[in-house]
C-alpha cells in the first residue's frame, strides 16, 4: 500500500494527468533561438494553436515569460502571415485580472501572429512589481544570486583600477 500511494505521490509532483477532459492550458515558443524565445502557441482544448498578437503588451508577455520559466519579456513582435487561420486570442485585461491562463481564451481568426522573446538568462525575483526584486544571473544552467557577480564585478574593477 506504501507504494502505492509513493507511485501517486511521484506521478502527481512530475505533472502527469490521467487521461480525460484537460481543463489546463499549455504554453511554449517554437522556432525562435532558444526555448525562451520564438512563436507564442498555447494548447486549449487539446489543440496547439499560435497565439494572435493584438492587444499585445509587454506586461501581459511577462505573465507567459514567468510560466514558461524564462525570466521577463524583452521583446514582443506582430509577424504577418500569408492567410488567415484558427489561433487563440488572450484577453490581456482578464490575465491581469489575476484569471487563469485557460479563462482568457478565445477562438479566432488572425494573420497576425506573435513572436515573443523572454530573458532565460536574467530575472527579478521575490520584488513587488515586475520591475523590482533581486537580480538571478542563469549560467551554465543554474540560478545564481547577483550577490557574488557583484563582488567580483568589484574585484575586476579594483584591478583594473590598480593596473591603470
Given at each position: 500500500?506504501?507504494?502505492?500511494?509513493?507511485?501517486?505521490?511521484?506521478l502527481l509532483s512530475s505533472g502527469?494527468?490521467?487521461?480525460?477532459?484537460?481543463?489546463?492550458?499549455?504554453?511554449?515558443?517554437?522556432?525562435?533561438?532558444?526555448?525562451?524565445?520564438?512563436?507564442?502557441?498555447?494548447?486549449?482544448?487539446?489543440?496547439?494553436?499560435?497565439?494572435?498578437?493584438?492587444?499585445?503588451?509587454?506586461?501581459?508577455?511577462?505573465?507567459?515569460?514567468?510560466?514558461?520559466?524564462?525570466?521577463?519579456?524583452?521583446?514582443?513582435?506582430?509577424?504577418?502571415?500569408?492567410?488567415?487561420?484558427?489561433?487563440?486570442?488572450?484577453?490581456?485585461?482578464?490575465v491581469h485580472s489575476g484569471s487563469?491562463?485557460?479563462?482568457?481564451?478565445?477562438?479566432?481568426?488572425?494573420?497576425?501572429?506573435?513572436?515573443?522573446?523572454?530573458?532565460?538568462?536574467?530575472?527579478?525575483?521575490?520584488?513587488?512589481?515586475?520591475?523590482?526584486?533581486?537580480?538571478?544571473?542563469?549560467?551554465?544552467?543554474?540560478?545564481?544570486?547577483?550577490?557574488?557577480?557583484?563582488?567580483?564585478?568589484?574585484?575586476?574593477?579594483?584591478?583594473?583600477?590598480?593596473?591603470?
Open positions: 500500500m506504501d507504494h502505492l500511494l509513493m507511485l501517486l505521490m511521484l502527469l494527468q490521467a487521461e480525460g477532459n484537460h481543463t489546463s492550458t499549455a504554453v511554449r515558443l517554437v522556432g525562435g533561438a532558444s526555448r525562451c524565445a520564438g512563436t507564442l502557441e498555447l494548447k486549449h482544448e487539446g489543440d496547439w494553436r499560435p497565439v494572435d498578437y493584438s492587444m499585445w503588451t509587454l506586461k501581459t508577455a511577462a505573465v507567459v515569460c514567468r510560466e514558461l520559466d524564462c525570466g521577463s519579456a524583452v521583446s514582443i513582435r506582430g509577424r504577418y502571415e500569408s492567410s488567415q487561420r484558427s489561433v487563440w486570442w488572450i484577453n490581456s485585461d482578464c487563469a491562463l485557460k479563462d482568457c481564451v478565445t477562438s479566432v481568426s488572425s494573420s497576425l501572429i506573435l513572436d515573443l522573446t523572454c530573458s532565460d538568462s536574467v530575472r527579478l525575483v521575490d520584488g513587488t512589481s515586475l520591475c523590482s526584486g533581486r537580480l538571478e544571473v542563469k549560467s551554465n544552467q543554474s540560478n545564481q544570486s547577483d550577490q557574488s557577480n557583484q563582488s567580483n564585478q568589484s574585484n575586476q574593477s579594483n584591478q583594473r583600477t590598480r593596473a591603470a
